[in-house]
């Protein structure tokens, strides 16, 4: 068995606590089905004629692969990895991606060489991309030939999917061992600098998630699953795609969310699930609805918090059950999600008739607990901070021991979301509730974005004397980002887009900004946000002050 080492910082009594789930540690060494390349040859092997993975063009133009095909695409673009880029096991390389084959078969191909992948979001700024990159130190940085070259210039652009055939030329590099423990993922998180932490999974987080979806949700070879999240979040990722590949069950890949075109997806493809957030639901619901086939069972949803009204009106007018997940980055996926087995009544006390809909039940493999500032656990009702230890807990943030201890303090993994829990008198089964957050961050269109890091941009533009941000709810994007500042007087016009743009995504910009003539503070100069987001909720909107 493969021994775990504690991060710097973190006692090696709460980090195995974290990392055990009823008291047995996991991750044995050399067992092929502890990764995912692991999981795809063996797919290949045994159900190689089944299909894998549908993805499109920029034309609408789909082309489905077989298990069998695409470990044959991943091999050919490690042959091409192997001749032009030269990555070796150890390395770590950058990935941009698109939701397409070649990004996937790139991702597979690399791990398989023992490299490390760092997920980029090809939205972000190309400064924030490099302070990622440069952290890990990565050998290259590849993209799909989908993300525009201006993204990052320095980036490798990947070849064009060719259609793999068996009698193409050998020259496959070596499968590398690889150690279920060690480092096989990279996600940037929203911190109080633009690269402030860095999220590594390991092989093991990663199948141990995938082995719990495919569990959660008793997916089967030959289950079609729908999805439509980018792969460079980890709910596109794990659960479309390994969830996918774990069951033997056929993933239909979006190349993104398309309000006119998604019904005809659903309605062409006939999935059993389909995953999704919170604003796309929405935005179904006000464009147009699918007519959902006989073989769908259900909407998941995760990354932003989904109303009452929300899951009502998918019920009544849709005519489908809407199961919510909640997890995090540092979780690898879910941590907990509402089971799919509920007797009516049950779903429509958890979701329906109730002000906050229930996240569900611990996922298998996490033990998942409301724990009070003493680090007690709290009693069902009392409100906590929502804590998590199991087996697809992150093994760190990457060289940053102080955050990775406060995160393990204690033997559990602190998610910063306050909630409560209760045990189900129908079903003996303990719900949980997030009712708020400890951290400040909002989430827009699934984007973590940190209203600190925010306010510190905003504050740094010339002519702005102060300034804040507050997150405000939204139907179609989850939370929207208003800003707040003051101008220095005699100022009237003033441009924080150059500045934003250097930090943030455009998407994650502030939807409007007010100015006024105070930001409210306490005496020792903290934000009084909730009395800020009170203001913003009854100003008018003012685009740029």
């Known amino acids: 068995m493969t021994v775990v080492t504690a991060p710097e910082g973190v006692g090696r009594e709460d980090f195995e606590r974290v990392h055990t789930y009823g008291g047995i540690p996991f ?35 789909e082309h489905t692969l077989s298990y069998r095909e695409f470990e044959l695409l991943s091999r050919q673009v490690g042959a091409w990895l192997d001749q032009k880029v030269g990555v070796v096991a150890g390395d770590v390389a950058g990935l941009l991606p698109a939701n397409d084959a070649v990004s996937l078969a790139a991702l597979f191909a690399l791990q398989r060489s023992g490299c490390a992948v760092l997920l980029l979001n090809p939205g972000d700024p190309p400064d924030r ?28 652009e990947l070849p064009a ?39 590594a999974q390991s092989h093991y987080n990663a199948a141990a998630n995938a082995d719990a979806l495919v569990r959660h949700h008793t997916l ?18 794990h659960f479309t795609v390994f969830g ?11 190349r993104e969310f398309d309000p006119f075109g998604y019904p005809d997806l659903v309605e062409r493809f006939k999935p059993r699930i389909a995953s999704v957030v919170p604003s796309i639901l929405e935005t179904i619901l006000a464009v147009r609805q699918p007519v959902l086939p006989s073989t769908f069972d259900y909407f998941v949803t995760a990354a ?34 509402m089971p799919a087995d509920l007797h009516e009544d049950t779903y429509r006390r958890m979701l329906l008739d109730t002000d906050i809909p229930s996240i569900g039940t611990a996922f298998h493999g996490n033990d998942v607990a409301v724990l009070t500032d003493s680090g007690d656990r709290a009693a069902p009702g009392e409100t ?58 909002a989430k827009v269109r699934g984007e973590s974005v940190s209203l600190e890091e925010m306010d510190r941009v905003l504050r740094s533009v010339p002519q702005v004397v102060d300034a804040a941000t507050v997150a405000l709810p939204h139907r179609f994007l989850g939370e929207e980002v208003v800003a707040a500042v003051v101008l220095a007087p005699g100022a009237s016009d003033v441009d924080l887009r150059p500045a934003l743009s250097a930090v943030f995504s455009p998407a994650v910009h502030p939807s409007r900004v007010a100015r006024l003539e105070a930001i409210p503070r306490t005496r ?18 003012e685009r740029n002050p």
Not at 129 to 156: C, F, H, I
Not at 244 to 254: D, N
Not at 396 to 401: F, G, I, Q, S
Request: proline share 8%; aromatic share 6%; hydrophobic share 35%.
């Open 161 to 199: 999917a060719p259609r793999p055939h068996p009698d193409a030329p050998a020259g496959h590099p070596p499968d590398a061992p690889l150690d279920p423990w060690s480092d096989a993922l990279y996600f940037g998180t929203s911190g109080s600098t633009a690269a402030s932490k860095l999220v």
């Open 220 to 237: 089967v070879p030959g289950d079609r699953l729908l999805g439509c999240l980018p792969i460079h979040h980890v709910n596109g990722l």
């Open 304 to 337: 932003a918090p989904l109303t009452t009204a929300t899951a009502r009106a998918v019920a009544h007018r849709v005519g489908a059950r809407v199961l919510q997940g909640y997890g995090l980055t540092e979780t690898t996926n879910f941590s907990t999600t």
């Open 27 to 61: 991750g044995p060494s050399g067992k092929a089905g502890a990764t995912m390349p692991g999981r795809l040859s063996a797919r290949a092997r045994t159900r190689g004629d089944d299909p894998f993975l549908t993805t499109f063009t920029e034309k609408g133009e």
């Open 384 to 441: 906590g901070e929502i804590c998590m230890r199991g087996l697809n807990v992150m093994t760190r943030y990457v060289d940053n021991p102080e955050a990775t201890s406060q995160a393990f303090a204690g033997g559990w993994f602190h998610s910063g979301d306050l909630g409560r829990h209760h045990v189900d008198a129908q079903s003996g089964r303990t719900f949980f509730v997030i009712t708020g957050r400890r951290k400040n961050i």
């Open 244 to 254: 996918a590949l774990t069951a033997g069950a056929h993933l239909v890949l979006a």
């Open 129 to 156: 991309l490099r302070q990622q990159t440069g952290r890990l130190s990565a050998k290259a940085v590849l993209r799909s030939p989908s993300v525009p070259d201006g993204v990052l210039t320095e980036a490798v």
């Open 524 to 541: 020792t100069g903290k934000i009084l946000r909730p009395e800020l987001t009170r203001q913003l909720s009854r100003s008018e909107p």
